[in-house]
C-alpha cells in the first residue's frame, strides 16, 4: 500500500485519482507529521509499503514572517516522517520545489548541483530534503510551478483576475517550467515501479516566464486580456525568487522511460478537463 500524506491537497488528490486500489490518502486532523506520536500512531497501524509527503508549508511569502512554523512542516515533520519509515521498513518520498536554487547557474539544474535557497520557504524545504536522509530508503523529487484542479493555482488566479480585468501586469523575469499535478503524480508512481533513489527532477518541458505563462493561459482561454511584462523588483514581494530556476529532468526520463509532456500540451489539456469537470 502507497500512504499519501497530504491527500486534500492538489498534487495528493491527483496522485491517489491514478494510484487507484493500491493508494491509500491521509490528512489533517487525522494526521499531523509535525508530531512525532501521531505519525508513529499512523504510520505503524497502517504499515504501508510506501510513504509519499505531499504535505507542505508552500506560502512562499508567509513563510518570510512565519519561519518557525515553516521550519517545523517543512523540516522536523519530514525528519519525523523519515524516523518511522526507517523503523517499519518502508520507503519515504519527499517533494521538494526548485526553490533551493538561487537561479544564478543561467542553465537548467541537474540534481547534484549545489541548493543555495534565497528564501525562508526553500530554506525550509532544503531542509526536509536532508532530514529525509534518516531513511536510506528515500526519494526526492524537485518540481516547479505546480498547478492542478484541486487547489489554488496560478492557472486558477489569472482565470480569475482575467474575468475581472481587461490588462493584467505580470512578472517577466523569473524563468521556469509551469507543472501539472497530473504529470508530477505519474513521475512519482513511474519512480516508485522502478524502486528508485535519490534526488530527481520534475517538470513540463520547455520554458517560460509568468508572463508568458499568463498569456498562454488567456489564448488558450481564449479570453482577451492582455498581458505586460514587469520586473520581480517592481512587484516587491517579501521573499525573494529565483530569477531562473529550469529543472533538468534528463536523469527521471534515462531511469523510467517517463517524460513529462510540454507545459503548453499540459496545460491545454488541465483547461479542456477543468471545463468538463465545471
Same mark, same amino acid.
Given at each position: 500500500? &502507497?500512504?499519501?500524506?497530504?491527500?486534500?491537497?492538489?498534487?495528493?488528490?491527483?496522485?491517489?485519482?491514478?494510484?487507484?486500489?493500491?493508494?491509500?490518502g491521509i490528512d489533517l486532523p487525522d494526521i499531523d507529521i509535525t508530531d512525532?506520536?501521531?505519525?508513529?500512531? &499512523?504510520? !505503524?497501524?497502517?504499515?504501508?509499503?510506501?510513504?509519499?509527503?505531499?504535505?507542505?508549508?508552500?506560502?512562499?511569502?508567509?513563510?518570510?514572517?512565519?519561519?518557525?512554523?515553516?521550519?517545523?512542516?517543512?523540516? =522536523? *515533520?519530514?525528519?519525523?516522517?523519515?524516523?518511522? !519509515?526507517?523503523?517499519?521498513?518502508?520507503?519515504?518520498?519527499? #517533494?521538494?520545489?526548485?526553490?533551493?536554487?538561487?537561479?544564478?547557474?543561467? $542553465?537548467?539544474?541537474?540534481?547534484?548541483?549545489?541548493?543555495?535557497? @534565497?528564501?525562508?520557504?526553500?530554506?525550509?524545504?532544503?531542509?526536509?530534503? @536532508?532530514?529525509?536522509?534518516?531513511?536510506?530508503?528515500?526519494?526526492?523529487l524537485r518540481t516547479q510551478w505546480l498547478y492542478g484542479l484541486h487547489g489554488?493555482?496560478?492557472? =486558477?488566479?489569472?482565470?480569475?483576475?482575467?474575468? =475581472?480585468?481587461?490588462?493584467?501586469?505580470?512578472?517577466?523575469?523569473? #524563468?521556469?517550467?509551469?507543472?501539472?499535478?497530473?504529470?508530477?503524480?505519474?513521475? &512519482? #508512481?513511474?519512480? #516508485?515501479?522502478?524502486?528508485?533513489?535519490?534526488?530527481?527532477?520534475?517538470?513540463?518541458?520547455?520554458? !517560460?516566464?509568468?508572463?508568458?505563462?499568463?498569456?498562454?493561459?488567456?489564448?488558450?482561454? *481564449?479570453?482577451?486580456?492582455?498581458?505586460?511584462?514587469?520586473?520581480?523588483?517592481?512587484?516587491?514581494?517579501?521573499?525573494?525568487?529565483?530569477?531562473?530556476?529550469?529543472?533538468?529532468? *534528463?536523469?527521471?526520463?534515462?531511469?523510467?522511460?517517463?517524460?513529462?509532456?510540454?507545459?503548453?500540451?499540459?496545460?491545454?489539456?488541465? @483547461? $479542456?478537463?477543468?471545463?468538463?469537470?465545471?
Amino acid at each position: 500500500m &502507497i500512504l499519501v500524506v497530504g491527500a486534500k491537497g492538489m498534487l495528493g488528490q491527483d496522485l491517489l485519482a491514478l494510484l487507484g486500489e493500491r493508494g491509500r490518502g491521509i490528512d489533517l486532523p487525522d494526521i499531523d507529521i509535525t508530531d512525532l506520536l501521531s505519525v508513529q500512531r &499512523i504510520l !505503524t497501524a497502517l504499515k504501508p509499503k510506501v510513504v509519499v509527503n505531499c504535505s507542505a508549508y508552500t506560502d512562499v511569502d508567509g513563510c518570510e514572517s512565519n519561519r518557525e512554523t515553516a521550519m517545523q512542516v517543512n523540516g =522536523e *515533520g519530514v525528519a519525523f516522517l523519515a524516523l518511522i !519509515t526507517r523503523e517499519i521498513g518502508a520507503k519515504l518520498v519527499q #517533494i521538494s520545489t526548485d526553490y533551493v536554487f538561487d537561479g544564478a547557474k543561467g $542553465t537548467p539544474y541537474l540534481e547534484d548541483d549545489l541548493p543555495r535557497p @534565497l528564501s525562508v520557504y526553500g530554506e525550509s524545504k532544503l531542509a526536509g530534503e @536532508l532530514n529525509v536522509d534518516v531513511n536510506p530508503d528515500n526519494l526526492v523529487l524537485r518540481t516547479q510551478w505546480l498547478y492542478g484542479l484541486h487547489g489554488k493555482n496560478f492557472v =486558477e488566479t489569472m482565470l480569475r483576475l482575467g474575468r =475581472e480585468k481587461d490588462e493584467l501586469s505580470v512578472v517577466d523575469d523569473q #524563468i521556469g517550467s509551469p507543472t501539472w499535478t497530473v504529470d508530477l503524480a505519474q513521475a &512519482i #508512481i513511474a519512480l #516508485i515501479d522502478r524502486d528508485c533513489r535519490g534526488v530527481y527532477h520534475c517538470a513540463n518541458s520547455g520554458t !517560460t516566464s509568468w508572463n508568458g505563462f499568463a498569456r498562454a493561459i488567456f489564448e488558450e482561454s *481564449g479570453m482577451a486580456v492582455k498581458v505586460t511584462a514587469m520586473t520581480t523588483e517592481q512587484l516587491g514581494r517579501p521573499a525573494r525568487r529565483p530569477l531562473y530556476s529550469t529543472l533538468d529532468c *534528463g536523469k527521471l526520463a534515462a531511469d523510467t522511460g517517463y517524460a513529462p509532456q510540454p507545459w503548453r500540451e499540459a496545460l491545454r489539456k488541465y @483547461l $479542456t478537463l477543468r471545463d468538463k469537470e465545471q
